[in-house]
């Protein structure tokens, strides 16, 4: 009985974290391995933010890039230790937002980083006096090799 709650327990942990809109996150990059997340925008004009920081390895520095629906370039840095943006999408799909630590032979990077997709406020009376709706997406990564 104790192995089937433990069990139920861990299934209902499970499926209540795919139910988390907000993304802070924190990954190691292995030397020469670029790492990809991706985020969807539903409607032109939301706004992402985007920010990362390296928090160790190294010189504490990373390249990135962030491209929309159509891979046209919208951001990218090399070496930088953080960065924190926002922009507005003017396209719908899915945005990538990729890190790479090919500079480094050796040394892991710990990287802290967060994406967040939220409409703008609209002129819309919200259903209770000071409540703005807002939406967000989840994040979904994938390694990447170096090339």
Do not use: W
Not at 113 to 120: A, G, N, R, T
């Amino acid at each position: 009985m104790i192995l089937f709650n433990l069990l139920i327990s861990s299934v209902l942990f499970l499926a209540s974290i795919q139910h988390v809109r907000a993304s802070a996150l924190t990954t190691v990059i292995a030397p020469n391995e670029r790492l990809c997340f991706y985020a969807d925008v539903d409607k032109a004009g939301e706004k992402i933010g985007f920010y990362f920081a390296v928090q160790a390895g190294g010189s504490f520095d990373i390249d990135f890039d962030v491209k929309d629906p159509n891979e046209k370039l919208l951001l990218d840095g090399e070496r930088e230790r953080s960065g924190d943006y926002v922009l507005t999408a003017n396209t719908i799909g899915e945005y990538s937002f990729c890190f790479e630590n090919d500079m480094s032979t050796l040394t892991d990077k710990l990287l802290d980083f967060d994406i967040m997709v939220e409409s703008e406020p609209r002129r819309e009376v919200a259903a209770k006096p000071g409540q703005v709706s807002d939406h967000t997406s989840p994040i979904r990564g994938k390694h990447i090799p170096a090339q």
